[in-house]
Each structure stands twice: as structure tokens, then as C-alpha cells.
């Protein structure tokens, strides 16, 4: 089946340490994109990329850092700048960049950092 | 800047009820509109999605959404609900001819349904 797999789908560590969360799609989507979740707060956008080898920051790109050596996977790295990093992260995909594109979600890792 | 607008976090409704989740928009520009429904501790799956041509829409699960223009709105219906409908709601959008694809989402609502 294709689709996104985000894992872990849990996450734990200590304050100060870096941690990177996976995002795989076997969808052949161009676009990838991170966002952060938090209770109430709906989706911000962290980063995007439109294709292999180029990324744009989102609107809350501080503390995290982001690759895309392959189309298939788009790594989001939390760092220890990052002040509040306790969050569900959600990994998205579009077959293009374009915004009338529906983006196709991954289940989730939810990160907490203690 | 475009922003989206959820008038109600949360909604309780008994089942069979009809229910309406409504979203208002902010944009100088033409927008594409999206409804996507989270299930507790899930990803986001597209419900429907509003491009051009018939302002009503109908979606997956017996969702329908009306787009208004004049009153910058895309609330989403479904005339009986079912208690497999809770989950959280998200309203989103995107500009008209853009190239990078960035959606703008509302906080989101909870759907309750009670039997």
C-alpha cells in the first residue's frame, strides 16, 4: 500500500539532546512538508520542500533542522535550540508543490522532551 | 496574509443529529479550500476539497461543504452524524495559483457525538 510511515510513533528524551524524527512516502510525491501540532493550536508549518535537494523554511522554522537527499524521505531534526519541542509532529506529501494539490498526512510522532 | 477562523472548538451533538462546523477565511487573493478530519492520535485524511466551479461540494462519509464567496466562508455539514464521526475537524486553505502548496489551517473542532 502506499502511503507516509512516520516513526516512532512515539518519542522520549532529555532536554538538550537533538532527536530526528522520520518521514517516509512511497507515493512518488515531489512535495514534503513538516508540521507541528499543538492542543488548540491547530497545524504550523516548520518546513517544506517542492523536490530533492531544495527546502524552504515554514513559519516556525527556528530550532529545527530539515534534509532531503532523496524524494522519498524528508528527516525533520528537533535541536536543543528548539524552547518547547513537546509537540505531535506530522509529516505530509503532495504530488506537487502547487497549491490546489490535496497533501496526503502520515500517522504522527508525538515527541516529548523532559 | 490569508487566515482561517473556527468559530466553534468544540461541538457535542446526539447521533443521527444533523451538524455543521463552520470556518470563515481571511485572503486579498482567490483560495482553494480544504476540510481534513483527525481520529485521536492520527494523521489528517481529506474529507473534500473546494477548487472552482459548483459551490457545493460533497466529500467522503456524507460531508458536504458550501463555499460563499461574499461571506468568505466553507462550513462543512452532514444532515445525521454517527458516533465513528468524533474526531477533530480542520478547515484550511491555500492561494489561488500558488506554487508552493503552504496550507493555512484553522485551530480546529471537536466533533462529539453522543448516543
Known amino acids: 500500500d502506499g502511503g507516509i510511515t512516520q516513526s516512532p510513533k512515539y518519542l522520549f528524551r532529555k532536554e538538550g539532546q537533538n532527536v530526528t524524527l522520520s518521514c517516509e512516502q512511497n507515493?512518488?510525491?515531489?512535495?514534503m512538508y513538516w508540521y507541528r501540532q499543538d492542543p488548540g493550536q491547530g497545524l504550523r508549518l516548520i518546513y517544506y520542500s517542492q523536490i530533492v535537494n531544495d527546502f524552504q523554511k515554514g513559519d516556525i522554522a527556528e530550532g529545527y533542522s530539515v534534509s532531503r537527499e532523496k524524494k522519498e524521505s524528508f528527516p525533520l531534526t528537533v535541536t536543543s535550540a528548539q524552547k518547547n519541542p513537546t509537540a505531535f509532529y506530522l509529516c505530509a506529501s503532495s504530488i506537487a508543490s502547487g497549491s490546489s494539490y490535496e497533501q496526503y498526512f502520515g500517522p504522527g510522532t508525538r515527541l516529548t522532551v523532559t | 496574509a490569508q487566515s482561517v477562523t473556527q468559530l466553534d472548538s468544540q461541538v457535542p451533538v446526539f447521533e443521527e443529529a444533523p451538524v455543521e462546523l463552520r470556518c470563515n477565511y481571511s485572503s486579498s487573493v482567490s483560495v482553494y479550500l480544504f476540510w481534513y478530519v483527525q481520529y485521536p492520535n492520527q494523521g489528517l485524511q481529506l474529507l473534500l476539497k473546494y477548487l472552482s466551479g459548483s459551490t457545493l461540494v460533497k466529500g467522503i462519509n456524507g460531508f458536504e461543504a458550501e463555499f460563499n464567496k461574499s461571506q468568505t466562508s466553507f462550513h462543512l455539514r452532514k444532515p445525521s452524524v454517527h458516533i465513528s464521526d468524533t474526531a477533530e475537524y480542520f478547515c484550511a486553505v491555500s492561494e489561488y495559483g500558488g506554487s508552493q502548496g503552504n496550507l493555512i489551517f484553522g485551530k480546529g473542532t471537536k466533533l462529539s457525538v453522543k448516543p
Open positions: 507515493l512518488n510525491h515531489d512535495a
